[in-house]
């Protein structure tokens, strides 16, 4: 039977790691950081989805966090972390606005990345969780923007968070 992950068509990443970014130092790894085993045949977008997941829940086990997208509140739905699952909104014409502003566009051009964005990220959270992007139902609350002031959604979330 093959052994080295390479004749078998798999992939072992952090063979070795940078142990001293100024004297650019690599050594072998030998337990020092994490590897990941990439099984042969899973799409790159599958592989960097589990790397993603694998460094959020990291993350949420050692410190306070927000994650913005990345399907997160899915990925840490059955972790024992404090978690409060926010879904923000606004209104299309408004983002198109603030787009415009933001990357000095014209209307069109603002209105297709909006619209493009949008169906990238429903693609996106619900291929990978097979829940409806937006749906209130898997989240703890739901703002929207548009309505609400920017710093008034802000603060809604912290006392949610710090009520927990």
């Known amino acids: 039977m093959l052994q080295n992950e390479k004749y078998a068509g798999d992939v072992l990443l952090q063979k070795t ?14 337990g020092e950081v994490k590897q990941y085993y990439i099984t042969r045949g899973l799409p790159t977008s599958e592989v960097l989805f ?37 879904f923000v909104r606004a209104p299309v014409e408004w983002r198109i606005k603030r787009k415009m502003q933001q990357e000095h566009l014209s209307h069109e051009k603002a209105a ?41 959604a802000v603060t809604t979330i912290c006392s949610l968070y710090n009520s927990l």
């Open 50 to 86: 589990q790397l993603q997941s694998h460094e959020i829940k990291k993350i949420a086990q050692q410190e306070s966090c927000i994650f913005v997208g990345r399907c997160a509140d899915f990925v840490l739905r059955e972790e024992d972390v404090k978690i409060v699952k926010v």
């Open 112 to 152: 297709h990345l909006v619209h493009k964005m949008d169906k990238r990220r429903k693609k996106y959270y619900e291929s990978y969780t097979g829940q409806i992007w937006g749906d209130p139902r898997y989240y703890d609350f739901c703002i929207d923007t548009g309505v609400t002031d920017f710093e008034e």
């Open 17 to 30: 790691y940078t142990a001293d970014f100024l004297e650019k130092k690599v050594k072998k790894n030998r």
